[in-house]
Structure formats: structure tokens, C-alpha cells
């Protein structure tokens, strides 16, 4: 089958004053529809500008990255942010919610954007799962750092992307609000059949996944199947 997801000699280099900062320096890899995929590595790693690559977000200094087999290069940037808004669903470490709309604004936001009607049945059930429901009302800075995270996992998933790309998805959260996220984060991604990317410090949040890659210095260290 073919790889939702697939980078081919992925480079990243920066120009920093006279050093070159290999930021990636040739990831090949493929990751399937429905997988559930934990990037680890030390800070520094490359782990970001390999999800930010993923998620055309940033452009490689070589090499490609095809999402269901297509080269996203060869789209322009108008083609790519509605190809984002589409098929690719972001968590972020620091939320990134608009701090003057409500966590159901905040939610439907991207939707809106897209021009298209909110599936109030979609919202009602994902909130529900993520035990949002009461707090629908509330104005970010009225949320914990859990509920905020579980708001913007709610906006990544409303939007149905094929694709979910998380950086440090909990790495503001103490440890069992982290499992709670991640744990509810596996059973809507499963619900929703689909395939996420997660950034992770935290060995027991990568223990969740079905595949961990590795990352040091740009390069694969190697791919454990669990
Ligand atoms: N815009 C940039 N300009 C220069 N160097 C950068 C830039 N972005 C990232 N880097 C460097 O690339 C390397 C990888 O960064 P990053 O992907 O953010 O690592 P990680 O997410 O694993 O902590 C680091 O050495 C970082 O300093
Ligand atoms: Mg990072």
C-alpha cells in the first residue's frame, strides 16, 4: 500500500554565519495511513523541521516529501494552504488559540476559514470525547493547560484530516494530564481513522505509539517496531 506519508533524502541545511546547521540531513522514511508514529530525540535533533516538512509548513534544501504519493513541492503556496487546512490537522506545544474567541470558536475556526459549514454532529461527538462539553464558553486564559490542549486537538480533528501532526503535544502537562491528552488523542485518531505524527520528550507518551522513529543530528537512528 502506499505511504500516506513519505520523505525521500529530506535535507535542511542553514547557513549560520560561516557554520551549516544540518538540520535534517537525509530522512527517508514512510509512515502508513493509521499509523500512530512517536518522533523522539534530544533537543536539537531535528525533530520540528522534520514535522514542519511534513506539514509544508517549511521548504527542504533537498529532497522530497509526497503525502499520499503526491510531491507537495510542486504545489504553490495558495495550493498549499488549503491543502493544509484540508488533509493536515496541527497540535502545537503552546495551543496556539486565539485568545479572544471561545474554546468553541477556537475550535471551528479553521473550518470557517475553509468556507465550509460546521458538522455540529462531528463537533458534538469529538467534544464529547475530550470532555469539553461545559467548557465550550470559556475564553482560553479560563482553561487549564490540559483542557487548552484538548481544545486544539479538538480544532485538529474537526477539520477530519487524514494527517494529525503534533510537536510536544503535552509537553506543557504534568504527567497524568499527559496521558489523559495522549490516551484521548489515540482513541479519536482511531475513531477518526487518522494517521498521526507526534513529537515527544517523554518515553511513557512515545511507549503509546505503534512505531517510534529516532532522531540524532538530522539522521535516522532507526525505526523500532514495537
Ligand atoms: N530557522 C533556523 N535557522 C537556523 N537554524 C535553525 C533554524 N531552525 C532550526 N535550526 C537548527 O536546526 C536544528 C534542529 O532544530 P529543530 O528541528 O527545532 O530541533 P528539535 O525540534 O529536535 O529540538 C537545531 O540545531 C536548530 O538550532
Ligand atoms: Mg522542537
New binding site residues.
Partial sequence: MMPIVQTVNLKKY?Q?GGNV?K?LDGVSLEISAGEFVAIV??????????LHMMGALDTPTSGKVLINGRDISEKSAEQLTVFRRRHIGFVFQNYNLVPVLNAYENIVLPVQLDGKKVDERLMAKIVELLGLSDKLENLPNTLSGGQQQRVSIARALLAKPEIILADEPTGNLDSKTSQDVLSLLKLTSMKFHQTVVM?THNDAIAQLADRIIR?ED?KLLRNDDK
Fill in positions: 542553514y549560520q546547521v538540520a530525540g534530544t533537543s536539537g535533533s531535528g525533530k520540528s523541521t522534520l513529537i532522531i538530522g
